[in-house]
Each structure stands twice: as structure tokens, then as C-alpha cells.
Nanobody
Framework: QVQLGESGGGLVQAGGSLRLSCAAA????????MGWFRQAPGKEREFVSG????????NYADSVKGRFTISRDNAKNTVYLQMDSLKPEDTAVYYC??????????????????WGQGTQVTVSS
């Protein structure tokens, strides 16, 4: 199993940037596909981005493509989400998640058994 903890959320003005981090504790972090999801009030949890175990393959939701960048450092057991050109509609709780069996192109939350507690991102207009 793996335990996940997000950090880096906060309040930012539209057009600004934030960098989220997700630290993993447990064995074999480098074998996990990692994903970032978000959930806004009253909405379902949605896929934001995913990265393969090696970091060679990434996937993004259309709504964030070109603005967000996912990366990972397996030596530090950490995955990152760099968020630029933020918009008010990016406001949500952001979660990182881990999977041993999914690929970055499988986007339903059900593909990820392990989840962090979430970090709030608020973008003001």
C-alpha cells in the first residue's frame, strides 16, 4: 500500500500559479501510475492529469491542457502538479491518487485505489 499527502494549495488570483505536491509513503512508489483529480462543490470528482511510473507518459484533461504540467521525482517519492494561468473554474479540492494497474489514459477515479486527503485550491476573479 501507499499513503499519500498533498500540499501546496491556497488562494490565488486568476492568471496566477500554484504548485501542488504529493508525497508518498510506502513501498514501490516508482511502480505506481499517479494521477491528480479535483472536485468542486456539487460536482463529481474529475480527472485532471496522470503520469506513468517512469514519467515518460502523461495525460491531461482538455480543460487544463497547456496550463498544467504534471511531473514526478521517484527518488523523492513525490509527484507534482504545476498550475499556471489559473482560472476561477479551477477552484476545487485537488487530490492525488495512485494506481498499480491503470494507465494514465484510464481516467475514472475508480481506476485509482489509493487517495490523499486533498488540498483546497481557490482562484479568485
Amino acid at each position: 500500500q501507499v499513503q499519500l499527502g498533498e500540499s501546496g494549495g491556497g488562494l490565488v488570483q486568476a492568471g496566477g500559479s500554484l504548485r501542488l505536491s504529493c508525497a508518498a509513503a510506502g513501498r514501490d512508489f516508482s511502480s505506481y501510475t499517479m494521477g491528480w483529480f479535483r472536485q468542486a462543490p456539487g460536482k463529481e470528482r474529475e480527472f485532471v492529469s496522470g503520469i506513468s511510473w517512469s514519467g515518460d507518459t502523461t495525460n491531461y484533461a482538455d480543460s487544463v491542457k497547456g496550463r498544467f504540467t504534471i511531473s514526478r521525482d521517484n527518488a523523492k517519492n513525490t509527484v507534482y502538479l504545476q498550475m499556471d494561468s489559473l482560472k476561477p473554474e479551477d477552484t476545487a479540492v485537488y487530490y492525488c491518487a495512485a494506481s498499480t494497474f491503470g494507465t494514465v489514459f484510464y481516467t475514472p477515479p475508480s481506476g485509482y485505489p489509493y487517495w490523499g486527503q486533498g488540498t483546497q485550491v481557490t482562484v479568485s476573479s
